[in-house]
């Protein structure tokens, strides 16, 4: 059972990036995917996250309007669309999974939730 998170990279502000979220060893059916972030010096935020049981995505204030999480069946991967990138979206961002029974339609930021974690990819945004 493994994620994997890919995608991040260096763009400048107002740029974007994609980033995505595999799984391997089990599938995101009536899972809740979520991403979070770590900025240095700072603890994990929780970004946007994708209850797959109900379908509903949630979003932080910080990135509503701008990033958007989606799912893709065929690759049992889900993505984070990030636009209109801002220096402080810098971060290294981590997809996390749990299953929605789990989390009960609650806890959805919160970390001790989440069962299995992908590595960080780094995000870094220049003004």
């Known amino acids: 059972v493994q994620l994997q998170a890919y995608g991040g990279g260096l763009v400048q502000a107002g740029g974007s990036l994609r980033l995505s979220c595999s799984a391997s060893g089990f599938s995101f059916d009536d899972y809740v995917i979520t991403w979070f972030r770590q900025a240095p010096g700072k603890g994990h935020e929780g970004v946007s996250c994708?209850?797959?049981?109900?379908?509903?995505?949630y979003y932080a204030d910080s990135v509503k309007g701008r990033f958007t999480i989606s799912k893709d069946n065929g690759w049992n991967t889900v993505y984070l669309q990030a636009n209109s990138l801002k220096p402080e979206d810098t971060a290294v961002y981590y997809c996390a999974a749990t299953p929605a029974r789990r989390l009960g339609g609650d806890h959805y930021y919160e970390e001790e939730f989440y069962d299995y974690w992908g590595q960080g990819t780094q995000v870094t945004v220049s003004s």
């Open positions: 994708f209850d797959t049981s109900d379908g509903l995505k």
